[in-house]
T-cell receptor
Framework: DTGVSQDPRHKITKRGQNVTFRCDPI?????LYWYRQTLGQGPEFLTY????????KSRLLSDRFSAERPKGSFSTLEIQRTEQGDSAMYLC??????????????FGEGSRLTVL | SQQGEEDPQALSIQEGENATMNCSYK?????LQWYRQNSGRGLVHLIL?????REKHSGRLRVTLDTSKKSSSLLITASRAADTASYFC?????????????FGSGTRLLVRP
């Protein structure tokens, strides 16, 4: 078990370009979360998957953002037509639902996006 | 804003001293958790306290929860330079079937050697 991994760790892009981030959760975890964190702030919830179903989306997730979790394994977060305000750290976390779960989230190291 | 309130925003102490961070929230919760984040890294879970618990210990960490005041505190005893990091409280709100966490704005702790 190598924990939650995210790729890429850093991405610099020009305004208007599309970017995609990937998250590989801990293999037996059925819940997956995406958060966004700006400098000096705590993480803000973006969206949540249980297995392959996207069950909740924050109003922070504009229509330029889309997330998928095909087959309930890895997840991708795509941002279309990036804006400078999208610059942030995008964090992925996973957890195990049910009585076997402890309630804690396991975070990856994050993908830092800089939009020029 | 999703975020709760944490106090203080920043704390600077000498190695060996104790550090206390406070967290307040407004909703009913299932549990409250504390996480640590080193600069530019992901978050690491420290401790979870359930709504029916009042105090919990883990090594040099002590967490209290007062649901009547909707507040929690994290105490780090005998601090070390390696404790320098940002600390976040995060609540799991009652009746939230996603079990997502709502994070506070964090306390940035500096432990001077």
């Amino acid at each position: 078990d190598t924990g939650v991994s995210q790729d890429p760790r850093h991405k610099i892009t020009k305004r208007g370009q599309n970017v995609t981030f990937r998250c590989d959760p801990i293999s037996e975890h059925n819940r997956l979360y995406w958060y966004r964190q700006t400098l000096g702030q705590g993480p803000e919830f973006l969206t949540y998957f249980q297995n392959e179903a996207q069950l909740e989306k924050s109003r922070l997730l504009s229509d330029r953002f889309s997330a998928e979790r095909p087959k309930g394994s890895f997840s991708t977060l795509e941002i279309q037509r990036t804006e400078q305000g999208d610059s942030a750290m995008y964090l992925c976390a996973s957890s195990l639902a049910g009585f076997a779960g402890t309630g804690e989230l396991f975070f990856g190291e994050g993908s830092r996006l800089t939009v020029l | 804003s999703q975020q709760g309130e944490e106090d203080p925003q920043a704390l600077s102490i000498q190695e060996g001293e104790n550090a206390t961070m406070n967290c307040s929230y407004k909703t009913s919760i299932n549990n409250l958790q504390w996480y640590r984040q080193n600069s530019g890294r992901g978050l690491v879970h420290l401790i979870l306290i359930r709504s029916n618990e009042r105090e919990k210990h883990s090594g040099r960490l002590r967490v209290t929860l007062d649901t009547s005041k909707k507040s929690s505190s994290l105490l780090i005893t005998a601090s070390r330079a390696a404790d320098t990091a940002s600390y976040f409280c995060a609540r799991n709100e009652a009746e939230d079937s996603s079990y997502k966490l709502i994070f506070g704005s964090g306390t940035r702790l500096l432990v001077r050697p």
